[in-house]
């Protein structure tokens, strides 16, 4: 991360926020299903002005309610943001923050998953540091209140010393022929599904909790014949100090919650003092060791936005970063590690075999 003096040196010094409390100037690239979190976000915040909107559907854009564009290079000269946000598919993301960079944008997020390849999320890392631009990688699991929660538990050492974190992903919507068209219908055909597109959260999420495994061993399936990629997948994270991380993703099953989406399934972390529970309903419970009693730590509400609104704690996170100068996270740099660890667990999957060496980042 960088640190605040960092940022602004890397950002021309000082802060974003202009002479007079001139605002941020943000436009986006993409208007499609989940770029709507996005906007909602935008438009709330006190200290940026949402300026422009292209989308290759020029009316998605125009529904936007501010300038429209289907052309980003137009967009950004027209415009001339602070910040682009871009909530494109990873096909398109190198193009769009080399050209961005161009235009002498000082900051961009962009969405996951990030690029199409390690190679090229290393060439935009390349590329936005040598022009001295900030890139963020809108990794936002990391930001659901619950897992801010649990880290701060596991700081404070509430359940002693940690053994294993369990993730169980039960989001119910993989069965039958008609799986992800009425929401993301593109999930049918990526070649690579629940590890790349949802899987990705919980390793940065293990990378936030835990810190860097040492190795990786997974085992893929594809259960839904209508699609082409895995739609269930174990991975399992080794650390030197004999602590494991389990991912047991299943997108065909559910788990007890009004809104399935909500947390996407259930989590415990445990220790030798004590377990951590996340339920679907987004709270949180600690049970001592040889206890039936459980605290509450986070309880249950009405969560606004997605996720425990964590699009926009990572958005507000950004913000705060580019105008007070607070250390930052999933900078894309070091981003590049959970790419490298994706490959991994699909490497381990293809080798039957526990992999060790991740590609360097």
Not at 57 to 83: C, H, Q, W, Y
Not at 191 to 206: M, Q, S, Y
Request: aromatic share 10%.
């Amino acid at each position: 991360m960088w640190s605040g003096r960092s940022l602004q040196n890397r950002t021309g010094g000082g802060n974003f926020m202009k002479e007079g409390g001139e605002a941020l100037r943000v436009a986006c690239f993409g208007a499609g299903y989940f770029a709507r979190f996005h906007y909602e976000v935008w438009r709330s915040l006190p200290r940026v002005r949402l300026i422009g909107a292209c989308d290759k559907d020029r009316e998605k854009a125009e529904a936007i309610g501010v300038s429209a564009f289907d052309d980003l290079a137009t967009m950004l000269k027209m415009t001339s943001p602070d910040v682009l946000d871009i909530i494109t598919p990873p096909e398109t993301h190198l193009e769009a923050i080399r050209a961005t960079v161009a235009h002498g944008a000082r900051a961009i997020i962009c969405q996951k998953p990030f690029c199409s390849s390690l190679a090229e999320a290393r060439e935009a890392a390349d590329i936005a540091e040598a022009a001295g631009a900030l890139l963020v990688v809108h990794e936002n699991f990391r930001f659901q209140p619950w897992y801010r929660t649990i880290k701060q538990a596991l700081d404070d050492g509430l359940i002693g010393d940690l053994l294993q974190v369990t993730f169980r992903l039960r989001t119910g919507d993989g069965q039958g022929p008609q799986a992800y068209l009425d929401r993301q219908p593109y999930f049918q055909k990526m070649p690579r599904l629940l590890v790349r597109e949802t899987g990705v959260h919980w390793i940065d999420t293990f990378r936030y909790l835990l810190g860097e495994p040492e190795a990786v061993y997974a085992d893929l399936r594809k259960l839904n014949p209508v699609i082409e990629g895995e739609d269930a997948a174990f991975f399992i994270f080794e650390y030197p100090n004999g602590v494991r991380a389990l991912f047991d993703g299943n997108r065909l099953l559910d788990h007890a919650a009004e809104d399935c989406r909500t947390t996407l399934g259930e989590a415990l972390v445990e220790g030798t003092g004590g377990t951590l529970s996340l339920s679907g309903d987004g709270s949180v419970r600690m049970r001592r060791f040889g206890s039936h009693e459980e605290k509450v730590l986070l309880a249950a509400r009405n969560w606004k936005g997605f996720g425990g609104d964590c699009v926009k704690n990572l958005i507000c996170h950004v913000v705060d970063g580019l105008i007070d100068g607070t250390p930052l996270e999933n900078e894309a740099r070091d981003y590049l590690k959970v790419i490298a660890i994706e490959e991994a667990i699909y490497e381990s999957d293809r080798q039957g075999k526990k992999i060790r060496e991740f590609e360097r980042a």
